[in-house]
């Protein structure tokens, strides 16, 4: 890929944080991002729950060990915002944490960002009818049974839950230093595509300038608050 080859030269450290609720398809997506990459310049980091010894460090500490090094792109299947989205909704983490959390975050992405990291922060949105689609069809399949979790169980029920932290994030995290990108993901192809397009314009915006299709504006967008009132956004 052209692209990385930029990167690479130019010692850019990437990295691409996905976001979403259940079945909003951060999977499919991440491996079709990857599956032409250089896998010596490439990571996914999907961590699973934190130990022990997470819970009494830093609450960043984990992820920050998964940074990119120069040359390096790194995709995050969920990040540190696991705090402000199932930890918040299950009652995970207290909510002295949670609010620590959504006041240091935008300072730890400020001082990524000061030490000329590229951070892309895309939120992969569903609706609540496709999400209860692709759970189902996900507990009755043997592909892809390894994705069932016992939070799928609950992740219609508690939809306006999470709808609430889901805005308390956007509104207390989307900054100019980093902001969110939204990608409307009912239609699976759709998204995958239009993601792309709209990460290789930012990664590599002036390469074979006029030969790559923009992506579509109605299908990836960055936020807005009025996206959460007029259902552009799932509410």
């Known amino acids: 890929m052209r692209a990385q080859r930029q990167l690479i030269d130019r010692g850019a450290q990437v990295l691409v944080v996905f976001e979403g609720r259940d079945a909003s398809g951060k999977d499919g997506t991440i491996k079709r991002i990857v599956e032409h990459l250089n896998p010596r310049a490439s990571r996914i980091v ?5 130990s022990d010894r997470d819970r009494q460090s830093w609450y960043f500490q984990r992820y920050v060990a998964h940074l990119p090094a120069a040359g390096e792109i790194v995709l995050f299947n969920r990040s540190w915002y696991n705090r402000a989205g199932v930890e918040r909704v299950m009652g995970f983490c207290t909510d002295e944490e949670y609010d620590l959390f959504l006041r240091t975050v935008p300072l730890f992405e400020q001082l990524l960002a000061h ?10 949105d569903i609706s609540k009818a496709e999400q209860r689609r692709r759970l189902a069809a996900r507990r009755s399949s043997v592909i892809h049974q390894w994705k069932n979790s016992p939070l799928d169980g609950v992740a219609t029920k508690h939809w306006k839950q999470y709808s609430r932290a889901r805005n308390e994030m956007f ?14 993901t009912d239609d699976k192809r759709s998204a995958r595509v239009n993601l792309m397009r709209d990460l290789l314009l930012r990664l590599a915006p002036v390469l074979d300038a006029g030969r790559h299709q923009l992506p579509d ?6 936020f807005n608050t009025a996206q959460l009132e007029d259902g552009t956004i799932a509410p």
């Open 46 to 50: 999907a961590l699973g729950k934190p």
């Open 115 to 124: 030490c000329g990291m590229t951070l892309i922060k895309y939120y992969l």
């Open 171 to 184: 509104a207390r995290t989307h900054s100019t230093v980093a902001p969110w990108t939204i990608v409307r």
């Open 217 to 222: 504006p109605a299908v990836v967008f960055s």
